[in-house]
């Protein structure tokens, strides 16, 4: 009922804390003795900041409550409670550590992290106007979250809580930035010993034809981005083969290339999904002030750093592959190993955070925690992977 008093030119309070005076007519109930109650309703899915009552009255019968006082003496209060305005609550800090092995099979059960093992190809430009892709492979090993118990299951967005700050985060075993063939090493940057691509105006025109050339690879005409000039979308007309995108004629492991959101949208969850390997970008655009900005694109980052986040005893040989288009096929050029990361410490400075990134890591706390990995030893359960050694200072 507050909510409907709010009017349509005062912000939602469901986004904009903010007070809202509202009042209800009591006359149908003159002379009579009643009970007065107020019932905040909720759910599973809506986690928001809740609602505070103050200042209640009613001038008939001179009632007034602001709340001052030190208990709710008159009211029950049945999960309301009484607010000063600041609240020191214990929430739960933990990590969870789970071992991932997207390539392994099981007798008895599903490996659920078996899509993990076909990840999409990433495409870029390269000088010699053809395209390159990149495709990371996730490393099995031992997955860390951190669970801050400061944040709601719903704040889990970096770009909203900050960089390494979240509900459940991963904790990254490498956390410096992936280096991709194809762009001008000048702007891949190190910083306090934290590597990063930054990129100022000048790279504009760079990124501009990164994206337009990659969208005119991959993308059907309906696909197309409505945010790029028209004379760039139109060079997409040259390199469309019998009016489909150049990519959707190349194969890999037997499986047709096509853009992601084309597979999504064209195709039901099924064997026609998994017969194809999705492809995607290496550039983005926004929207910033009226004007169209191009960069890397965050997700695809974000992917690949979920790639190499695990802690792990031995190094990934095939972890980040360099492919070109040959003959239809896609041919693999390079391969750049992960290294192995197998010791965690909570010691500052964070070794897991970088702050150079707007997303990925996290902002653990020191505890006097950390743990190494090491081999399973002979009396371990069958099939066991890795041994957990755990220490507190």
């Known amino acids: 009922l507050a909510e409907d008093r709010v009017g349509a030119n005062t ?4 986004e904009t804390a903010q007070w809202v005076e509202a009042a ?17 309703f909720t759910d599973m899915a809506a986690v928001e900041d809740g609602a505070l009552l103050d200042n209640i009255s009613i001038p008939a019968i001179d009632f007034r409550d602001d709340f001052e006082g030190l208990d709710l003496t008159g009211w ?4 309301f409670t009484l607010s000063s305005g600041r609240h020191e609550l214990a929430v739960p800090h933990f990590y969870l550590l789970e071992y991932r092995d997207p390539y392994r099979a099981f007798d008895t059960v599903k490996n659920y992290d078996q899509a993990l093992s076909h990840p ?11 395209m390159s892709a990149i495709n990371v492979n996730y490393r099995p090993g031992v997955v860390m979250w951190y669970y801050n118990g400061e944040y709601l299951w719903s704040q889990n967005e970096p770009s909203e809580t900050g960089p390494g700050r979240g509900f459940l985060l991963v904790v990254d075993a490498n956390p410096q930035e992936f280096q991709f063939p194809g762009l001008p090493q000048q702007y891949f940057q190190t910083a306090d010993g934290w590597t990063h691509w930054q990129f100022d105006d000048a790279a504009q025109p760079l990124l501009r034809d990164g994206f337009v050339d990659a969208m005119c690879f991959q993308r059907r005409p309906a696909y197309y981005s409505t945010d790029v000039a028209p004379e760039d979308a139109a060079r997409c007309s040259e390199v469309l083969v019998d009016g489909e995108p150049a990519m959707e004629r190349l194969i890999w492991d037997e499986r047709p290339l096509m853009y992601g959101y084309t597979i999504i949208n064209e195709f039901l969850p099924g064997p026609e999904r998994r017969a194809r390997k999705s492809g995607g970008s290496l550039f983005d655009l926004r929207i910033r002030d009226g004007q169209t900005q191009y960069r890397l694109y965050d997700r695809a980052l974000r992917g690949m750093h979920s790639a190499d986040a695990p802690f792990a005893i031995e190094d990934f040989a095939d972890g980040l592959e360099v492919y070109r288009p040959r003959d239809g096929v896609m041919s693999r050029q390079s391969a750049s190993p992960f ?21 990925g890591g996290a902002d653990i706390p020191e505890a006097g925690f950390s743990y190494t990995l090491e081999p399973p030893e002979p009396r371990a359960p069958e099939g066991s992977e890795v041994r957990v050694d755990f220490r507190w200072r």
């Open 11 to 14: 912000a939602d309070p469901c």
């Open 339 to 359: 290294a192995a990361v197998s010791a965690f410490t909570d010691e500052r400075p964070n070794r897991y955070q970088n702050p150079t990134l707007p997303f």
């Open 24 to 40: 209800f007519d009591l006359s149908h109930y003159r002379g009579r003795e009643v009970r007065v109650r107020f019932t905040y």
């Open 120 to 130: 999409g190809f990433t495409f870029f430009p390269v000088r010699d106007g053809e």
């Open 76 to 79: 029950q209060a049945q999960g």
